[in-house]
């Protein structure tokens, strides 16, 4: 019976971790199995080898989380430090929550033993109560998981490091605790009072500490996380800023112009009079450029954006790179402003950085097509690259931070390449689209 709760354990623990982890981070479907035989091979050979060799538990716990966290590393994609803070999330979680409930439920069956079953000196079945902590701690994992979502939402590798670390700790204060229980050093009356009250204040000081220990880790990610999403809200009103400003001196510059257009009809009039064409093109040219005619941002239809692009084509333009942009962004879709900057900033960062590797003169080009399609955003980005065997070039840091972003929204991302061509293409559904993606593609 008890290797049967042990395998059962197993089960429910194997079965979590794979959920808890799709949610938030992508895998394929032979590494899903892959995964899950791993996990539960880990946890059971955890178990099985203090029955034939000598093995300290600090280290043999330290072992086992540091195989999970190896596994999600090797198994799952996503930026490595997303990936570690999501293993450090499911790790001290999980751990933190079988402690806490394994001895909540033990305090809870050794009062009803001695008070209502009149046990004098009750003493537990440790499979039985393991196997109940474990599927109330899951219990636990499943209903806080809502809570988690915003912490996995287009956060930096830094964010991540930083939230990682304090979990890591936390993980390792509680192995210790449970160390010290596995050698008998545990919260104890004196002698006086019996197992009974020995097991009840042993038990109690677990509670207490892995209580603790849980409510300090999640003030400390929720504070991290709004003190993450104030830096948004601050960046992006800059970002807001610095577009009304550029749109605003084109305009001024746009008012200028019109205020002295009937001295410009006059002039262009006379020189078209005296068909001095050359003359005529030219002063066309410098009003275009007085009046930032040909060298102002995109019209998107979102002012942010525009100013994104706005720059970035300046800077194509200056490196010799031919630019195309036919792009709408659907008004009120829904898509953060801010996400839309870490979007169009990261995959055209990306692209003229692939350009600039090329040498000048060789059919350099980046071209961006996108609107709306079906009550989605379709957004479809090409430029020139250079051949490489490996295409693993292309999928570094701008390019994890965007399928973050993908995720949050609920859209899906490919990226292909040809012969000296690299593309992203963004599927992403506008609000009240309802759509399943997966199922679109």
Known sequence: METVFMLSSYIIYTWAALWFFKKRLEITVYKEMVFMAGVFLNWLAGDLIPCFVSVPYFFRALVCQGILTGLVVLLFEAAWQKKIFAASVFLALTTLAVDFCESLLCCLSLVFMHRVANVQEPFLDGSLVSVSGVLSAMVILYCSSGHLKSLFDAKSGKWYTTAAVPLI???????????????????RSGGNAGVYYDQLFSHTGIIVISGLLALGAG???????????????????????????????????????????????????????????????????????????????????????????GQKKEKAEHCGILWECELQIPADGGIDEFDLCVLFGNLVDNALEECGRLPQGNNRFIQIQGGLVKKCFLLDIKNSASERKDDKIHYGTGLLNVRDIIHKYNGE?????????????????????????????
């Open 169 to 187: 700790s936390v993980m390792i204060m509680m192995d210790v605790v449970n160390w010290g229980a596995t050698h008998g050093i545990l919260v």
């Open 219 to 309: 003030f400390y990610l929720l504070g991290l996380d709004r003190l993450e999403l104030e830096q948004r809200k601050s960046a992006r009103y800059y970002a807001q800023v610095a577009a009304y400003q550029m749109l605003e001196g084109q305009y001024r510059q746009l008012e200028r112009l019109r205020h002295d257009m009937k001295n410009h009809v006059i002039a262009l009039s006379e020189l078209l009079k005296n068909r001095e064409w050359e003359k005529m093109g030219s002063y066309l040219e410098a009003m275009g450029r007085w009046g930032a005619l040909g060298m102002g941002g995109e019209t998107t239809g979102n002012k942010v954006v525009d100013a994104v692009l």
């Open 413 to 441: 991302m490919e990226t292909g390449s040809e012969p000296g061509i690299f593309a992203v293409t963004l599927l992403i559904p506008l609000t009240g689209a309802g759509y399943d993606m997966k199922q679109t593609l």
